[in-house]
Nanobody, 116 residues
């Protein structure tokens, strides 16, 4: 059973940057599609960005041009570089791992707060 651990959240001013990391246990990481999701208070969890095992990526419209998802299979880690952060980006950010479109695991989440 794969386990995911996120890190890198925090408090940042509008216009600032953060880089989130999600590290997976086990040896199957290279075969997983990985995704970053977020959930703001009172809202449903939504997809932010995804990256396949062959490095294809997709982004939600609100973050296109500001966020970049990447992965390092040697470190079993997926990253989310977030630039030009806005208050509406405030949420708990989660990563997940999928194999054959089946969710294998969710991380515990990391809080991102964008505020002056």
């Amino acid at each position: 059973q794969v386990q995911l651990v996120e890190s890198g959240g925090g408090l940042v001013q509008p216009g600032g940057s953060l880089k989130l990391s999600c590290t997976a246990s086990g040896s199957d990481f290279a075969f997983f599609a990985m995704g970053w999701y977020r959930q703001a208070p009172g809202k449903q969890r939504e997809v932010v960005a995804t990256i396949t095992s062959t490095y294809g990526s997709t982004y939600a419209d609100p973050v296109k041009g500001r966020f970049t998802i990447s992965r390092d299979n040697a470190k079993n880690t997926v990253y989310l570089q977030m630039n030009s952060l806005k208050p509406e980006d405030t949420a708990i950010y989660y990563c997940n791992a999928q194999k054959w479109s089946i969710v294998q695991a969710w991380g515990q989440g990391t809080q991102v707060t964008v505020s002056s």
